[in-house]
Every structure is written in structure tokens, then in C-alpha cells.
């Protein structure tokens, strides 16, 4: 008898952040026909921020500058690439009524602007000499980037595969 009490007052609680309004409009409106321009962009910085971090282990073991070049150039295209794609997911944020209801949503947004901030640093540390930047902070720099960036990925790829954010319903 208690169990079922227990049970019937578990069907009557409603979670109040399903019953705002729009929580079930999804689909991602930054798009080029149905494809999300956000999915479609955080391929460059998730790539160059591991290109930063290859370059720098082989300007370790090879001496050769043009690899702390490569760096160089990696690190900043990796977060002008990165703020782009920021760009995209605010807008999706912002604009997606089911999207910025959800806290998910919000808890990818804290970890993408961390790792912004990181790329930035990585970027703009090597502004001011390139070559000895690289040995010690350059390098731990770029290891900690691409934790933060396959964590951000890793999040991200929740919010399409677990809560089907920015998918099309394929109407
Ligand atoms: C800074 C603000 C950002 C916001 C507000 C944001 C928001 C979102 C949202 C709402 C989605 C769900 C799919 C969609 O609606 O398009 C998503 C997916 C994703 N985000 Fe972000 N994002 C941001 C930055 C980044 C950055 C900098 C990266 C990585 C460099 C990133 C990596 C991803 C990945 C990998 C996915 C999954 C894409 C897929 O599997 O299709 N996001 N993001």
C-alpha cells in the first residue's frame, strides 16, 4: 500500500524546466540547409588544438625552429577557428528555446569559453617569441588544451547523441 502512495506521488512530480515554454524545439536554427554550422565548425579547433601539441613535441625532440613556427601558427588559426565555432554555439544557445533550457547546454558553454580562454593564452604567450615559448609553458600549455578540448568535444557530443540538441526531426 505504501509503495504504491510512494509510487503514485513519483507520476505526479513534474520537472518545471519541462514545462517551459518551448522545451521541445530542438532543431538547430544556425544552419545551412538542416546542417548546423556549430557541428560543421568545431572540427578545425578540436584538430589544431592537437596540431599545437604535436608541434611542440617535435620542436622538442628535433631542435628545429620551423616546428615552433608550426606552433605558433596552429595555436592562433585554433582559436580564431575556436571563437568561430563559439560564435555558432552561442547563437544556438541563445536563440533555441529547448536548448537554452537546458542546463547541459549551459554546463558546455562554461567548459568551451574555459577552453577559448586557454587556446587564447596558448596563442598570444607565443606572440612575444615563439621559439622560447615552446619549453616548458608552451608545451604543458598545449597539454592542457587538448584535456579541456576533449572534454569539450566529449560534452558536446552528449548534447547531440544523449539530448538530441541540434538535431533535425526529420520532418
Ligand atoms: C562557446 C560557446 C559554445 C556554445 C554555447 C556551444 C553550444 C553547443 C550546442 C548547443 C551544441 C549542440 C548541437 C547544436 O546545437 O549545434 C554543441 C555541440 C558541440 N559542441 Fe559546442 N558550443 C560552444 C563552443 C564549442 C567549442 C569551442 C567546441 C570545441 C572546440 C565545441 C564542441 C562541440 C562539439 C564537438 C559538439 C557536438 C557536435 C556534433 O556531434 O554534431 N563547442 N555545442
Not at 524546466?17 to 556549430?38: C, K, L
Not at 592537437?50 to 611542440?56: E, K, P, Q, S, Y
Not at 596552429?74 to 563559439?86: I, N, P, Q, S, V
Not at 597539454?143 to 558536446?156: I, N, Q
Request: proline share 4%; hydrophobic share 50%; with cysteine.
Amino acid at each position: 500500500m505504501a509503495e504504491q502512495t510512494k509510487d503514485q506521488n513519483t507520476e505526479d512530480l513534474i520537472d518545471p524546466i519541462s514545462e517551459m515554454p518551448g522545451f521541445d524545439q530542438t532543431e538547430s536554427r544556425i544552419a545551412i540547409h538542416g546542417h548546423p554550422i556549430h557541428a560543421m565548425s568545431v572540427a578545425f579547433p578540436v584538430a589544431l588544438t592537437f596540431c599545437v601539441l604535436g608541434a611542440d613535441a617535435i620542436y622538442w625532440w628535433t631542435g628545429d625552429v620551423f616546428w615552433a613556427r608550426a606552433a605558433l601558427w596552429a595555436a592562433g588559426t585554433g582559436f580564431l577557428f575556436g571563437m568561430l565555432a563559439g560564435v555558432s554555439g552561442t547563437a544556438e544557445l541563445l536563440l533555441v528555446p529547448g536548448i537554452r533550457a537546458r542546463a547541459p547546454a549551459w554546463t558546455h558553454f562554461i567548459i568551451a569559453v574555459t577552453l577559448l580562454a586557454l587556446l587564447g593564452a596558448n596563442w598570444g604567450y607565443r606572440l612575444f617569441g615563439y621559439e622560447d615559448a615552446v619549453l616548458p609553458y608552451g608545451i604543458l600549455l598545449s597539454g592542457l588544451c587538448v584535456l579541456v578540448v576533449s572534454f569539450t568535444g566529449w560534452h558536446g557530443g552528449k548534447l547531440v547523441f544523449d539530448y538530441q540538441l541540434g538535431t533535425s526531426k526529420g520532418n
